[in-house]
Every structure is written in C-alpha cells, then in structure tokens.
C-alpha cells in the first residue's frame, strides 16, 4: 500500500494543560494521527523547531519530559512520523515558566511593624510587598486580607480574643511561587483592672493598706504612719 497521505498533531498537552507552572521540568503529552499506515513515531523539542542532536525520534504517543533551565516562555515543538516515514507539518504550543517567588511582604503598622499590645480587639494590619504578588495570606488564609493582585500595599482585619496572638503574613505569585513569611505578635488586653483593698493596722500609728491588681499580678503596698504629736 503506497501512502502518501501526511500525519497530523491532533493534541500537544503540556504539563496537564497548564499555561503557567512554577515546575522547571515539563510533561508533553502529543497525539498524531494518520489515517493510512498510522503514525509510529514523534520528534517533540524545547524552544528548537527544528530538528537537532538535542532530542530524538522516540515511539508515537509517549510522554516526553523537557528541563528548562531558565524561567521564560518556552514553545514546544511538535512532529509527527508515519510508518512511510511522511513527516507532519511542526505544531507548537507554549508555557510559562516562573520559579521566582515575590519578595518578602513588609508589615509597616502600627508599631512600624513591630511587637506590640492593644486594649482594642480589633485591628488592622497593614504593609507593603513588591515582586509582582497575587495574593496575601495571613497565617495561611486571605480572608480578611484587602490586597489587589500585583498592587504593592496590603492590610489585614480581625477581631482578637484577649492575649498574645502571632500574625504570620507571606505573598504568593500566579504561578503559586510562595515568599519567605514575616510576622508579628500583638498582644491584646481589653480587661479592667480588678483591685483588691485590704488594710493593717501594723502598730498604734502605722496602717498598712495593700493594693493587689490581679489582671497582671501587679501589687502595690503602702505604709501610712500617722502622726500623734
């Protein structure tokens, strides 16, 4: 049987349809067809279109792994080989590469990012963050976050309980790259004191009066002495 009939590229997937990984190293799953001896091997290759000692003819309709070195947009060339060795027209198909993760979110307020203790519940948290950001998590989560993908300032809102609570804050890119975290501990006191008065008589003109606070165990004693001249 004489064909000359040409393979086609029926489908390039990459990396299970992703246009944009964070993964350096990328799947390909190509199929070809050929409607008269059927088609018996595919040339897939990196950014080249064309043929090179780089990558090799291997079995029609096997995944293929390509390393890139660099982050950049990277087409992958596709062709396909029939068993009478008629050679499909290149097909391509691209993919982002992006391992860069943004930069480390800055917390500016209040306290210019610094430990700190409110009598407040609630507070906001607010910074900065360069490096082209997607999203801002506060200890692992967005809600609550106010941020605009790739703008360069953020804040967080909440409602805390009384005590020391650890705010974790790190930025993630599109590609899910994720940034080294920062954090902050505020400590939140929202309870009166409650003071306990208790007075001695030490001798006929010495009173001793106590104070005892007991929300921070502060106590505070004063020696009264009355004159009798």
Do not use: C, H
């Amino acid at each position: 049987k004489v064909d000359y009939d040409i393979p086609t590229v029926s489908s390039i997937l990459l990396s299970s349809g992703e246009l944009l990984t964070n993964n350096a190293t990328v799947v390909v799953n190509a199929t070809g067809i050929d409607g008269i001896s059927g088609v018996i091997e595919q040339y897939i290759s990196g950014n080249i279109p064309v043929q090179s000692d780089t990558f090799a003819w291997v079995s029609a309709n096997t995944t293929v792994t390509l390393s890139f070195a660099t982050d950049d947009t990277f087409n992958v060339f596709v062709t396909f080989r029939d068993k009478a060795f008629n050679e499909s027209t290149i097909s391509n198909s691209y993919i982002v590469i992006d391992t860069i993760a943004p930069s480390t979110p800055v917390i500016t307020a209040p306290n210019g990012g610094a430990d700190y203790v409110s009598s407040s519940s609630v507070q906001v948290i607010s910074g900065t963050v360069t490096g082209g950001a997607d999203l801002i998590f506060v200890n692992d989560s967005t809600s609550n976050v106010t941020f605009a993908s790739w703008d360069t300032v953020w804040s967080y809102t909440n409602s805390f309980s009384d005590g020391t609570a650890n705010v974790v804050v790190y930025a993630q890119d599109f590609a899910t790259n994720s940034s080294p975290t920062t954090g902050i501990s505020v400590a939140i006191d929202t309870l009166l004191p409650t003071t306990d008065v208790t007075a001695n008589v030490i001798t006929s003109n010495i009173i001793q009066i106590e104070f005892s606070e007991w929300v921070d165990g502060a106590d505070l004693t004063i020696n009264y002495t009355i004159d009798n001249a």
